[in-house]
């Protein structure tokens, strides 16, 4: 019969001796068992609040561990160096494969299968997390039980990313994605994300209008090797301007007139016009390598709207065209009601979010189509944001106050020789 004396002599001796190796096998076993039951088709969903409460037990559960069995050598070894070294690899290595291996849980490949498509949701990778958690949690609750030098600053550090860690893995189960496809002078209250669920955003969203700022369009130059199809392309390295010269196959272009915004006109071809559903028209002199000259319009198309663009033949296999010009910026227009408050006018633009409720819109991307333009807009909630930010706040605070400390320590330390060498004398 195995005594509790000696139980513990073997554990003292497996944990001392080979801490690396122990936290490296212990380790990797249990992510490998998490791989098969992901393999078996079995997950576990913690739903708000569940995940919280989950996380939150086992957290102060394996503190108080800490706390209870300071000294003993499991609890040492737990909250040892070898055993966070060795988790945070585990943690880097699995994070490195969904960094580069697309995420994208629709793809149903291999990849798909062995869970590498939805990588940070996945069993694995939740053990992993779980793990360090664990280590994290033993080493606060051993040095709040065995206090030494610097507690307070190791503390905050340690408690920040405990909160940066929960908030960004039990958050998960919280955080949603919505899009939002509106038309001009359309209103929604709801988003609809990948998966078809609409989701109240606390308020109803119109887009009264919807700007495109356009960079000038270039020029560029086709060979046709037969049947329409083309074997090389020149285009200009600069925006179209007035006055700007272009050479391509021998032929000069030289640029007349540019218009950003036109409409065909029955007498000069085109002419400029403010008006958003126009195109840019160019109108060029073409110097043929004999010496002659024509002049004639070119004019950009869109081609999502089905619209070719207007070319003009240099001779019988080369022409010269205009390419669509390509978006600068783009901004909605957005009246927001929220409950009990009147409409307020914001603008929306890439990289410039506005707020509605709990929800932050984004300008996703736009489409231009005969009927009209849509604005795609991307919402995100996240309540454990405020989670997260305290946690870095908590680590910033406690990378100041063991800097601090340090500083003072050293001093003492300092003073402590120069006492020494005065008293040797």
Known sequence: MVTKQALHVSVKAITSSHPWLLALVSQVSLVVIAFIIQLLGKHIILLSPWNWIVLGMIILGTSTLGMWFARANWVRWAGSAPFAVTIILIVAVMSAFGTFIVQDPSKMDMLARFGLRTMFANPPFATAILLMLCNLSVTTGRRLALPRPGQIGFLLNHVGLILVILGMFAGTAQFKRVTLRLHEGEMVSQGIDAQGKAFDLGGNVTLNAFDIEKYPPKLVAAEFAGQGNSEKLVTDQDWVSENHDFTAFGTKIHILAYYPMAMPDVKDGWKPVDDRHSLPAVFIRLTLPDGRSREDWVVAGVDSL????????????????????????????????????????????????????????????????????????????????????????????????????????????????????????
């Open 306 to 425: 089905g619209i070719p663009p207007t070319t003009v033949a240099i001779d019988d296999t080369h022409v010269v065209g205009l390419l669509e010009p390509e978006a600068k910026a783009f901004r909605s227009h957005l009246a927001i009601k929220k409950p009990e408050k009147d409409p307020a006018d914001y603008v929306l633009e890439v990289n410039r979010p506005v707020r509605v409720g709990s929800w932050q819109l984004y300008q996703n991307s736009y489409e231009l189509k005969m009927s009209g333009r849509t604005s795609i807009i991307e919402a995100i909630r996240d309540p454990a944001l405020p989670v997260v930010y305290c946690g870095l706040i908590a680590m910033l605070i406690g990378a100041f106050v063991a800097l601090w400390g340090s500083n003072g320590r050293r001093k003492d330390f300092d003073l402590g020789i120069e006492q020494a060498k005065k008293g040797n004398k």
